[in-house]
């Protein structure tokens, strides 16, 4: 992974899900030393051997602790679920280099947010709040981001000799963080209306009808191929995007606006995710079975 013809930097990821996956495989291959991972679930005695397996076929070096993955870091990405942005900032602060840029992934509140760039400034890091504004995958390390703060200029160059698309958006944590909260009022909560609609209409007995009523409706929507989409992100990652829902409810609410949309959207997100069934084939029939004979 070099950078421009210069020394390798040495880069942290806290968390190690979808998301650092999808960025590390982007990146050419580089020396696994100079990679550390640090991901909670290395604490647990039950989930420590799957993480260790993980780290081991990235390439990275896995370590124990949140100061073990800062040794020497320059740049750390940290990408946990939205619940645990700050106190992962808190847990790192004590060993950050200084001038470390600090981009915070996560999908979480503008004053979350805020909060977290405090702790990383007092520790003498450089805070960097970061959107990802599309699924990581298949675009890996190429997926659009939105970035905002005091640092931002300085994080983008530094993004971008890792091959990655930055786009700057203002000079103030929450800015990049505002425009993605937002968005998932629509985005996720489309998702949650699918389920609330499509999964009704099957029970009834009437989802033919009431699909061939939506696309006479609004036509440039596909919306079966759309439900069985929506539906399998909601079964796959709807704890996280619960997570999510949830900071989106907390901007709503700084914003002195009413969230019952995005609180509810929160709860059909966990409810999806918490069935216990597997997204099976792309159809929406059988996507609706499974989750039916669950709920």
């Given at each position: 992974?070099?950078?421009?013809?210069?020394?390798?930097?040495?880069v942290a990821f806290f968390g190690f899900g979808e998301a650092a996956n999808a960025f590390l495989s982007g990146w050419a291959p580089g020396d696994p030393a100079r990679i550390t991972a640090y991901d909670i679930k290395t604490d647990d005695p039950e989930t420590a051997p799957a993480m260790?397996?993980?780290?081991?076929?990235a390439g990275v070096t896995g370590v124990a602790t949140p100061q073990a993955a800062l040794v020497d870091a320059q740049y750390i990405f940290s990408v946990v679920t939205a619940d645990q942005a700050l106190a992962v900032a808190q847990s790192a602060s004590g060993g950050l280099m200084p001038g470390a840029l600090w981009f915070d992934c996560n999908s979480c509140a503008p004053e979350t947010k805020r909060r977290a760039a405090e702790v990383?400034?007092?520790?003498?890091?450089?805070?960097?709040?970061?959107?990802?504004?599309?699924?990581?995958?298949?675009?890996?390390?190429?997926?659009?981001?939105k970035i905002a703060g005091p640092h931002?200029?300085?994080?983008?160059?530094?993004?971008?000799?890792?091959?990655?698309?930055?786009?700057?958006?203002?000079?103030?944590?929450?800015q990049a963080s505002s425009i993605k909260m937002i968005r998932s009022v629509m985005i996720k909560g489309l998702e949650a209306l699918t389920a609330e609609c499509f999964l009704a209409a099957r029970r009834a007995g009437v989802e033919e009808e009431v699909l061939a009523s939506l696309e006479a409706s609004d036509p440039d929507?596909?919306?079966?191929?759309?439900?069985?989409?929506?539906?399998?992100?909601?079964?796959?990652?709807?704890?996280?995007?619960?997570a999510e829902m949830r900071e989106v409810a907390v901007t709503l609410g700084d914003l002195g606006l009413p969230n019952h949309m995005s609180a509810a959207s929160a709860e059909w997100q966990d409810q999806v995710a918490n069935a216990g069934v597997t997204a099976g084939q792309d159809d929406l029939f059988d996507r609706m079975d499974r989750l039916l004979s669950r709920l």
């Amino acid at each position: 992974m070099a950078v421009d013809g210069e020394m390798t930097p040495r880069v942290a990821f806290f968390g190690f899900g979808e998301a650092a996956n999808a960025f590390l495989s982007g990146w050419a291959p580089g020396d696994p030393a100079r990679i550390t991972a640090y991901d909670i679930k290395t604490d647990d005695p039950e989930t420590a051997p799957a993480m260790q397996s993980r780290f081991a076929q990235a390439g990275v070096t896995g370590v124990a602790t949140p100061q073990a993955a800062l040794v020497d870091a320059q740049y750390i990405f940290s990408v946990v679920t939205a619940d645990q942005a700050l106190a992962v900032a808190q847990s790192a602060s004590g060993g950050l280099m200084p001038g470390a840029l600090w981009f915070d992934c996560n999908s979480c509140a503008p004053e979350t947010k805020r909060r977290a760039a405090e702790v990383i400034e007092a520790a003498g890091g450089r805070y960097v709040d970061v959107a990802v504004m599309s699924p990581v995958h298949p675009k890996r390390h190429l997926v659009p981001l939105k970035i905002a703060g005091p640092h931002a200029e300085d994080g983008a160059a530094a993004l971008r000799k890792f091959d990655m698309r930055p786009e700057v958006v203002g000079d103030k944590v929450g800015q990049a963080s505002s425009i993605k909260m937002i968005r998932s009022v629509m985005i996720k909560g489309l998702e949650a209306l699918t389920a609330e609609c499509f999964l009704a209409a099957r029970r009834a007995g009437v989802e033919e009808e009431v699909l061939a009523s939506l696309e006479a409706s609004d036509p440039d929507i596909a919306w079966r191929k759309r439900g069985s989409y929506n539906l399998e992100r909601m079964i796959v990652h709807g704890t996280r995007r619960a997570a999510e829902m949830r900071e989106v409810a907390v901007t709503l609410g700084d914003l002195g606006l009413p969230n019952h949309m995005s609180a509810a959207s929160a709860e059909w997100q966990d409810q999806v995710a918490n069935a216990g069934v597997t997204a099976g084939q792309d159809d929406l029939f059988d996507r609706m079975d499974r989750l039916l004979s669950r709920l």
